[in-house]
């Protein structure tokens, strides 16, 4: 960002005239060249992010983080920037810790000397104002400069808190200084800035762990990594995972080697987003973040309206339905039932799955139909379950009796015993049929027109079927 002050209203603000002009003239001088002191290293063109390469020309004001002072006309081939004046210098600012530099020189010399005579400097600052030394060039010290060789310099001992580099010629007295291939890469390197995908059920352990590597060069403090409130963070992973807060990595000759942070989201959570960021700094550094993007979801749930196990009763050779209601929330995937057990084969039923939309199942009528083909009780099992969710489990009872044909009976009539036959009136050729307490038929023959009069031996209670009539009779 860059500020632009206005000196003249600054002044009118701060010191309105008064007759002792002379005092504020001197007072708002100082406050001006501590504005300028303050504001000059944010009033570069910007920071430049990390790594950097750069192997142009003169930049002008058109490089983030690249500031020049008297650059002359670019050379034609890299190195291209060409430092002809004593005085001209390169800044180089940018955000993070620097790793290694390194960078391309060629001196292109006006008279034969053996040596470049002038002085050409590297130089490291924290703060843009105050530099020192991390290279000179001259006849008795650093690198040796040949009449058009192109030297590449590396350096791998820059201090972790500098943020601005410079380059300049600060002694011209033979030639030209020709600089490019500008490249610096990032002190403190991440795999990634973002983990995604933590999660679990609420109520459930913690997420599955993810993790990122980080390491360091150039350091002159330990690396902090500080978690979020929602997730932790270890060197060890599974059994040896130990939520670590904050974690420090300690270097060693300002090295810390490529190593593995492993990420959880934290168990226990209520059900929501869980959008947190891993904070890394060294001390006097710029801080790093790794974004962790997490949901807890809600527990989902089946439900079976009908909390009792349903009785559903028929004859052997013949179907009978019952109705249940089934329906679910925050589901992941649709509801399946499953009909288990000994005598499964007996029921059916409507549907065995019911589609979920946006994790939620109305509502919805099931038809379990139960068909035996023996007399007898038969029992079976509802089992409905959703990922995730708890099963609802439902008992089917099933009870089947010996078809006698009077279940599709639905008059009585009248029927008398007399002397050892039953009697009663009919119609010809209706069908006559009496049955026994257990349903076995006792006989079956053809009414008569009129009164009929059946003689049967049996005791006891009888069942007396004419046509789609029936009645009860004690003999």
Same mark, same amino acid.
């Given at each position: 960002?860059h500020?632009i ?7 009118r ?46 930049p ?5 983080g ?11 081939s890299? *190195? ?5 004046t ?5 800044i180089l600012?940018?955000?993070?810790? *620097?790793?290694i ?17 002038g ?6 600052? +924290?703060?843009?104002?105050?530099y020192s &030394? ?7 010290a ?29 002694t ?7 600089l ?17 995908g933590?999660?679990?059920?609420a109520?459930?352990?913690s997420?599955?762990?993810? =993790? ?7 350091l ?8 979020? +409130? ?8 599974g ?21 593995a ?13 869980y ?5 890394? &700094? ?8 790794? +974004? ?39 589901? =992941? ?10 005598? &499964?084969?007996l ?24 068909t ?18 708890m ?13 006698t ?17 039953v009697?009663?009136?009919? +119609?010809?050729?209706?069908s ?44």
């Amino acid at each position: 960002m860059h500020r632009i002050i206005n000196v003249r209203v600054l002044r009118r603000h701060l010191f309105p005239p008064t007759n002792d002009n002379m005092s504020n003239n001197i007072f708002f001088k100082t406050i001006c060249l501590a504005l300028t002191i303050f504001f000059l290293p944010n009033c570069l063109w910007g920071q430049a992010s990390l790594p950097f390469l750069y192997d142009g020309g003169n930049p002008g004001i058109t490089v983030a983080g690249l500031t020049q002072t008297g650059l002359g006309t670019d050379y034609i081939s890299s *190195p291209k920037m060409k430092f002809d004046t004593s005085g001209a210098n390169l800044i180089l600012n940018f955000s993070g810790v *620097p790793g290694i530099l390194s960078f391309k020189l060629r001196w292109n010399q006006s008279t034969p000397t053996t040596r470049f005579p002038g002085d050409f400097a590297l130089q490291e600052s +924290a703060d843009g104002l105050t530099y020192s &030394a991390v290279q000179l060039y001259n006849a008795s010290a650093g690198t040796a400069l040949a009449n058009g060789a192109i030297v590449t310099e590396s350096f791998t001992t820059l201090l972790s808190s500098s943020r601005f580099l410079k380059w300049i010629y600060s002694t011209r007295s033979n030639g030209n200084i020709a600089l490019g291939g500008v490249n610096l890469t990032e002190g403190l390197n991440f795999s990634t800035n973002l983990l995604i995908g933590f999660g679990y059920l609420a109520g459930s352990a913690s997420s599955g762990e993810q =993790s990122f590597t980080v390491s360091g060069n150039n350091l002159t403090n330990n690396i902090s990594l500080s978690p979020p +409130a929602d997730y932790e963070i270890s060197t060890g992973t599974g059994t040896a995972f130990v939520a670590t807060n904050p974690l420090l990595l300690i270097h060693s000759g300002g090295v810390v080697p490529n190593i593995a942070i492993y990420v959880r989201l934290k168990s226990g959570l209520v059900s929501g987003t869980y959008n947190e960021n891993i904070m890394a &700094a060294v001390a006097g550094g710029n801080t790093y973040v790794v +974004a962790c993007r997490g949901i807890v979801a809600p527990n989902p749930t089946v439900t079976l309206t009908d909390i009792t196990d349903p009785t559903l009763t028929t004859i052997s050779g013949s179907s009978v339905s019952q109705e249940i209601n089934v329906s679910g929330m925050n589901l =992941s995937a649709d509801l399946g039932l499953a009909i288990s057990g000994t005598d &499964a084969s007996l029921f059916t039923l409507s549907n065995y799955s019911v589609v979920q939309t946006g994790g939620t199942v109305p509502n919805t009528v099931v038809t379990i139909t139960y068909t035996p083909n023996v007399v007898g009780s038969n029992v079976a099992y509802l089992t409905t379950t959703s990922v995730g969710a708890m099963s609802v489990v439902r008992t089917l009872n099933g009870i089947s009796s010996i078809a006698t044909g009077l279940n599709s009976s639905n008059k009585s009539f009248a029927v008398n015993v007399e002397n050892g036959n039953v009697v009663f009136h009919a +119609a010809a050729g209706e069908s006559i049929q009496i049955f026994n307490t257990t349903g076995q038929r006792l006989l079956q023959k053809f009414a008569v027109e009129g009164m009929n009069r059946i003689p049967v031996s049996a005791k006891g209670v009888l069942l007396v079927k004419a046509g789609d009539r029936f009645a009860k009779v004690i003999m």
